[in-house]
């Protein structure tokens, strides 16, 4: 059973940074976050294909980067520049789907972590 916990959410000022964490029991073909907001629907931020294949939001580009650490089993987002609208709780979740963001084709979530950025 694939496990997934995530860690790292603050509150930040905007402008600031954060790393997100997701650690694994396991690692999976494709990872990507997600981040919900209230009162908005869950959508994808990044993820990484199995390969390495890196894709972004349109919102996030330039300002997050994805990354996997296979011997430690975790995957991270790293957040720069934040924005009020960034504000929301994030989600890492596994696919043996490559190449989207589509929620249900993701089989594993983690319990979230919540990001609150400031202005």
């Known amino acids: 059973q694939v496990q997934l916990v995530e860690s790292g959410g603050a509150s930040v000022q905007a402008g600031g940074s954060l790393t997100l964490t997701c650690t694994t029991n396991?690692?999976?073909?494709?990872m990507a976050w997600f981040r919900q907001a209230p009162g908005k629907e869950r959508e994808g931020v990044a993820r990484?294909?199995?390969?390495?294949?890196?894709t972004y939001a349109e919102d996030v580009k330039g300002r997050f980067g994805i990354s996997k650490d296979s011997a430690k089993m975790t995957l991270y987002l790293h957040m720069n520049n934040l924005r009020p609208e960034d504000t929301a709780m994030y989600y890492c979740?596994?696919?043996?789907?490559?190449?989207?963001?589509?929620?249900?084709?993701?089989?594993?979530w983690g319990q979230g972590t919540q990001v609150t950025v400031s202005s």
């Open positions: 979740a596994v696919s043996h789907v490559r190449g989207t963001f589509q929620a249900s084709r993701f089989t594993a």
């Open positions: 990484i294909e199995r390969d390495g294949t890196e």
């Open positions: 396991g690692f999976h073909y494709n």
